[in-house]
């Protein structure tokens, strides 16, 4: 059984994989200063919840974006399951696709990631829309090169921002307008309104952009969390692939079994 980890800037995943299968995953905050043992804890007896032994883990992967949480997380997959974890973009887990841009070494992990997942599903040129703390779109040809992308930040950082910045702008939850009206009645509304819409309409005309200049047709994959819920009010996307980061760890961990 395969356990992927999946460290990003808010909070790690912890998914078992049994062949290309999702078995079970849990989600913890991100904290780099967690050790192991802290970790160990608390997923052992998640794995213990759902019948899962220790034993049965014969495979890890790990992908971060946080550095200082590799350490511990190394540590926990040594001493609690007796194994050396493939590190996503290092040794025998190297991409395996070309990255073609100035600094290949500064790609975050999750967006490689990203891009041999969707190449691998999809057919044709892509972008890549990953809904995290920040928002990124990737962009990654026929042949699976990684060309580029847009880094922007996530919507919660947005309306972060927005209320951490201003004196009488209340806290509100991230969720489609009441109605399509882009006039707002009252504040809560128009600060929706603004965020919400305003996403929608930057990420379309982003998109837009990147198509004319690939100047080929390309399929929108989105993933990430929010991504569901965009795609209930704009019809950019092609396709809505929550796991794509996972199954991306899969197929790394799968290539790096057979070199």
Not at 3 to 28: K, M, P, S, Y
Not at 51 to 61: A, T
Not at 139 to 145: E, S
């Amino acid at each position: 059984m395969l356990l992927a980890i999946d460290a990003g800037n808010t909070n790690i995943v912890f998914a078992l994989f049994e062949g290309q299968e999702i078995r079970t995953r849990w989600r913890i905050a991100t904290d780099p200063r967690r050790t192991a043992d802290q970790y160990a804890v608390w997923l052992v007896q998640l794995m213990e919840i759902e019948g899962i032994r220790s034993s049965q883990i014969d495979q890890v992967i790990l992908s971060s974006v946080v550095p200082r949480a590799v350490h511990n997380l190394t540590v926990l997959s040594e001493k609690y399951f007796g194994i050396s974890p493939l590190i996503a973009g290092e040794g025998v887990a190297q991409w395996g696709i070309e990255i073609d841009i100035d600094e290949p070494r500064s790609l975050g992990a999750d967006r490689a990631v990203n891009a041999i997942a969707a190449h691998t599903k999809y057919p044709g040129d892509l972008i890549v829309v990953d809904f995290g703390t920040a928002t990124t779109f990737d962009i990654v040809d026929f042949n699976g090169a990684y060309k580029g992308g847009i880094i922007a930040p996530g919507i919660n950082l947005s309306l972060d921002a927005l209320v951490g910045n201003t004196a009488k702008l209340p806290r509100i939850a991230i969720e489609a307008p009441r109605s399509d009206s882009v006039v707002g009645r009252n504040t809560e509304d128009q600060m929706l309104i603004g965020v919400f819409w305003g996403y929608v309409a930057m990420m379309e005309g982003l998109i837009a952009r990147i198509r004319s200049e690939i100047g080929r047709p390309a399929k929108v994959i989105a993933t990430g969390g929010l991504a569901i819920l965009f795609d209930k009010h704009t019809n950019i996307f092609d396709a809505v692939d929550a796991e794509l980061t996972l199954e991306g760890l899969a197929l790394l961990a799968e290539r790096a079994s057979r070199a």
